[in-house]
């Protein structure tokens, strides 16, 4: 069991380290986009980029999910081929249908997104760019599924560097502005798709099962609907906002949105990590003991890191932000655990993939999010960004629990429930006590580094654990 959990923290790890290169460069390019953009150019880039995200969801048809499962299934090396083959020539089959689509509507597509045709060009270069991700995407898929997590992670540095490269030389060299971001953005994705094209050409001949790609749509596209779902539980509290309070509050919001971002961030390393290794378990009896200590400790670690960023909200607003955006840390513990019961939907919601019944994730996910647009309408116009916090929180804590109850009936697992509400439980009251008493600086250390500690008293440990723990800090702490 400690070897699994082991070769699971080192994947999310290397992971993890890739993905905070990619975010570190990609924030050393917003002076270039404040400096050479306007503010409406940088407003068609994010329309773009939320219109691609959705369409992208559409056109993979769940297919990114089931290849996955699917490959894990597969016994042999020619079975395990024939899955990659078919969601490859499935995945460019469906890019290039939408890249076609685009390019034909790109005109209509323009003026229903701002209300002109002169940015057809804009749109145009944001479907090459959908294309580019869509397949782009699906190959560096074959590096997770072989567990090859340093090789995922120099693949995507090389493709953020490329394109910081790209998008200066068209940005600050060709004056391309936002058409300069959108086609520097994929010139990095096709640059590292083509040479990943050419180092996997032997997994990528001319075979495609039909009905193999039955089976995995039957698998996936009951997905596509809770993908969807769950974009607009993360997007929509931002409408409202703007609708009942003003732009203004979404700026606070999005600052909030921001210091929270470190649970953001650890849940990108923990799901790129956490499907290849949870269908690589062959043992159904394995597997269940593995993804009951799986969600324990992640649940841990996230509330532990929830703790940390809501007790120290206020000083990281002074720290990173102006005056006038201090009050974005008000909604920053609520979306901080938000986010702990975001990654245990991904924890159970696995047994659902396991046992491919996953006809009703989109039921789960629908009702979580008919739950977070009904407290928007009630919470937003009164308290404002607390009241889109609160939605949030409420919507995914909502999600866990429904999908906790579904995964059971498919795939019953004995979660260690105690530890894991002891552990919640503990960093929530932890984080009231800081935020109601107001305390300073260093009490706000001490109740972070008091967690582990309260854990202890509450009986959270097993004698295994204690024993490690206690070598760990013979080992911090040499006797003299």
């Known amino acids: ?20 290169v990619s975010r570190i460069l990609a924030i050393l390019l917003l002076p270039l986009y404040t400096r050479y953009l306007t503010t409406s150019d940088y407003g068609a880039i994010e329309t773009l980029v939320a219109a691609s995200a959705v369409l992208v969801t559409l056109l993979r048809a769940g297919i990114s999910s089931a290849f996955f499962r699917f490959y894990f299934d597969a016994d042999t090396a020619a079975e395990k081929t024939r899955v990659v083959r078919t969601a490859f020539w499935f995945t460019m089959a469906t890019a290039t249908a939408g890249l076609v689509a685009g390019l034909a509507a790109a005109g209509p597509i323009s003026q229903l997104l701002f209300a002109s045709g002169d940015r057809a060009g804009l749109v145009r270069a944001a479907f090459i760019g959908l294309w580019a991700q869509m397949n782009y995407e699906q190959m560096t898929s074959l590096f997770r599924v072989e567990e090859r997590s340093a090789q995922f992670a120099v693949v995507s540095v090389a493709n953020v560097l490329i394109t910081i490269v790209a998008t200066i030389v068209l940005v600050v060299g060709f004056h391309q502005h936002a058409l300069g971001v959108i086609v520097g953005n994929f010139i990095g994705t096709l640059a590292v798709y083509l040479v990943l094209l050419g180092y996997r050409r032997y997994q990528l001949g001319l075979e495609f099962d039909r009905g193999l790609l039955r089976e995995m749509n039957r698998f996936g596209l009951p997905l596509v609907p809770s993908a969807l779902f769950l974009w607009g539980i993360n997007f929509s509290d931002r409408l409202f906002l703007v609708k009942y309070i003003g732009q203004g509050e979404v700026g606070l919001y999005s600052i909030g949105v921001r210091l929270a971002s470190a649970i953001v961030f650890l849940q ?20 269940k003991r593995t993804y009951a200590w799986v969600l324990t400790y992640m649940v841990l670690i996230t509330c532990w890191i929830s703790l940390a960023l809501g007790v120290l909200s206020p000083w990281l607003a002074r720290l990173l932000t102006k005056p006038e955006f201090y009050g974005g840390a008000r909604v920053v513990s609520l979306l901080a655990f938000a986010g702990v019961a975001f990654t245990a939907y991904s924890v159970v919601a696995i047994g659902v993939g396991r046992t491919r019944k996953t006809q009703f994730n989109w039921v ?28 949030t929180v409420v919507a995914y804590v909502v999600m866990f629990v429904a999908m906790t109850w579904n995964a059971q009936q498919v795939f019953p697992v004995a979660y260690q429930w105690r530890r ?24 706000a250390v001490v109740l972070v580094v008091a967690y582990p500690v309260v854990l202890g008293a509450l009986g959270f440990y097993t004698p295994g654990e204690r024993r490690r723990l206690a070598a760990l800090g013979r080992r911090l702490v040499p006797s003299r």
């Open 1 to 20: 069991m400690l070897h699994q959990l082991k070769r699971l923290g080192k994947h999310s790890l290397v992971y993890g380290l890739g993905g905070l």
């Open 420 to 443: 894991v509400v002891t552990a919640a439980g503990a960093a929530v009251a932890l984080d009231v006590v800081g935020e109601a008493v107001g305390v300073g600086l260093p009490i």
């Open 364 to 391: 789960v996910t629908g009702v979580a999010a008919a739950l977070n647009i009904g407290l928007n309408f009630a919470l937003v116009p009164r308290y404002g960004m607390i009241g889109a916090a609160i939605s």
């Open 268 to 287: 990108f390393a923990f799901r790129t990590a956490w499907p290849a290794f949870a269908y690589s378990i062959k043992s159904d009896d394995e597997a």
